[in-house]
């Protein structure tokens, strides 16, 4: 339950802007620079308990969010047509579909945009 | 800042699901019932000022998830695509191009469920 994962790493980058600052810090300093609890607490300068029990309490946060509003997972879904699109919009592109393309290449900028 | 509007309605609907359900359910009376302070107090049975405290409360929280996340407003601009994307799937049908409509209807599904 407290291993490393990229899940956990996603809702980060996906909620992790709710999480109070030094919450977030230390998240990402776990999950994105891989860095240990021994590592995080030597540079927070408090305990490598103390910085487990931060990463759990984020970590409970970001798994409330997503399961109540499941807008990563509704994300990713939409993330998943990326290639289709992509794939498409040089399809319309060599048929001289301009127009086409420039809106199937719109919605692509959008869905990679942030997140929709 | 207490009026009701459309906005607010919007945030309920996206982020509603974070609230504790008393404040939602207050919330959803007030918003997408239309009843007035007074009324649900009533209902309530607890004070009008109670009731405008529990809506105050809530609609911090929603603003502060939005100026946070933004996923409404990312949300918002890819849902002005689908009358775009639904002329284009017409065009693409009515021209034989059965893979491309079936495409872009997935989209347009996606992007009108749940909000992505």
Known sequence: MFAKN?????LLDFYGAVLDEHTRLVME?????????AEIASDEGISR?????????????LVFLEEKLGLAQ???KLGS?????????ERLASSGDTDGADLIGEIIEQITNKGF
Not at 29 to 37: E, F, G, P, V
Not at 49 to 61: A, C, S, V
């Open 6 to 10: 990229l899940r956990m790493a996603y």
């Open 29 to 37: 300093a776990y999950y994105d620079d891989d860095l240990s609890l």
């Open 49 to 61: 308990q103390g910085i487990r029990h931060i990463i759990k309490r984020g970590e409970e946060q």
């Open 74 to 76: 509704e994300h990713e």
């Open 81 to 89: 047509y990326t290639e289709k699109l992509t794939v498409f919009k």
